[in-house]
């Protein structure tokens, strides 16, 4: 019987999901926040977890977040409950390893729709050997394949990056992959004319250079360090060997369907979105990265990187933060951009 760990604050919604699971044969834990389900979680590893997203004391990205981080719960098939239906919302969802979304108010057929098939592809994924069953010879000559992508940036030496400092150029040969494992990394695209335009920027804990690897292309993009960054590198037969291993392969495709659902809305944006939209957007992005509340969450980044990123010029975009500024949006300092009304910013209409 399989174990499925409901994490939902409203207590009726809470109490009658978790009864109609329990009447579908399911064995039901229930939390009332995502701290008091990830205690759960630890106690007992479940076989599925049911999350909301916006709760108390800790919400469904940091338990998803935290599921991602530690061995014991790494690949548990994950669903959201959710009121939110904003693209960006799902992106983030995705982008962080989330298997689907239920929208509230949601149907009973639906859920346990959802709960069945993502119970029965990971029993796919991770089937369970019967009685005297013999597990499969690794193949010859190849290490057996580790667990997790996350063990690939174990026991490596760090190479210090210098800031802005190329790590690699557009049409240079692909030969590994690497993880950030302190600094920044952007990720740029150069028109005929000379302009960058940022269409990635990873921190600690990101891996980048994994589609050319998969692809078996030169680089189609320009690798440079923000900040002064340690990175781990990865020689591709290592991140091939990986590979072999299903649920490896599963969090790669869920890292890769976050990076395209992101560059295609940053394609809508700036096809569509004006200027002080585009802007908001990408504070608040750079907002929640930087830890999103308190003094800390300082966003650092040149203004030329951030119109690079936002896809407009430099003095657009400093007139446009001195609007903000204007308007008790954000706080502004040489080096600094601090994000005083974020939900003002996500929800206003320019």
């Not at 108390?56 to 981080?69: K, R, T």
């Not at 091939?240 to 291993?245: C, D, G, I, K, V």
């Not at 869920?254 to 560059?263: C, D, K, N």
């Not at 969450?297 to 040149?302: D, K, N, S, Y």
Request: hydrophobic residues 40%; aromatic residues 6%.
């Amino acid at each position: 019987m399989s174990t499925i760990l409901l994490i939902e604050d409203h207590q009726i919604i809470r109490e009658n999901t978790a009864q109609l699971l329990e009447l579908a044969g399911y064995t039901v834990q229930a939390a009332e926040n995502g701290e008091l389900g990830v205690q759960l979680a630890l106690a007992a590893r479940p076989d599925l977890v049911i999350c909301d997203i916006m709760m108390p004391v800790l919400d469904g990205y940091g338990v998803l977040q935290i599921f991602n981080q530690h061995p014991q719960l790494l690949g548990v098939p994950f669903i959201f409950l959710t009121a939110k239906t904003d693209l960006a919302d799902r992106r983030r969802g995705m982008a962080l390893g989330a298997d689907d979304y239920l929208s509230k108010p949601f149907k009973k057929a639906d859920l346990l729709s959802a709960v069945s098939g993502r119970l029965s592809r990971f029993r796919q994924l991770h089937p369970v050997p019967g009685p005297g069953a013999e597990s499969l010879p690794a193949l010859p000559d190849e290490a057996p394949p580790a667990g997790d992508l996350a063990d690939l940036s174990l026991d490596r030496k760090a190479h210090l990056i210098r800031k802005k400092q190329s790590i690699y150029l557009e049409g240079d040969e692909s030969t590994r992959l690497y993880f950030v494992q302190r600094g920044r990394v952007k990720i740029v695209k150069t028109t005929a004319a000379g302009k960058e335009l940022i269409v990635g920027l990873h921190g600690p804990g990101e891996f980048f250079g994994h589609l050319p690897l998969l692809q078996h292309t030169p680089h189609t993009d320009s690798a440079i360090a923000v900040d002064e960054s340690e990175l781990l590198y990865i020689p591709q037969e290592e991140f091939t060997a990986l590979l072999r291993n299903p649920a490896v392969g599963r969090q790669l495709v869920h890292r890769l369907a976050g990076q395209v659902s992101e560059q295609a809305e940053q394609l809508l944006a700036l096809a569509y979105n004006s200027i002080r939209r585009r802007v908001a957007d990408t504070l608040v992005q750079l907002h929640e990265q930087a830890g999103g509340a308190g003094a800390d969450a300082t966003i650092q980044l040149t203004r030329d990187d951030m119109a690079a990123l936002v896809g407009t010029a430099p003095e657009s975009l400093s007139r446009t933060l001195n609007e903000f500024k204007h308007d008790g949006l954000i706080a502004l300092t040489p080096n600094t951009i601090h994000v005083l009304e974020p939900e003002k910013m996500r929800r206003a209409r320019w």
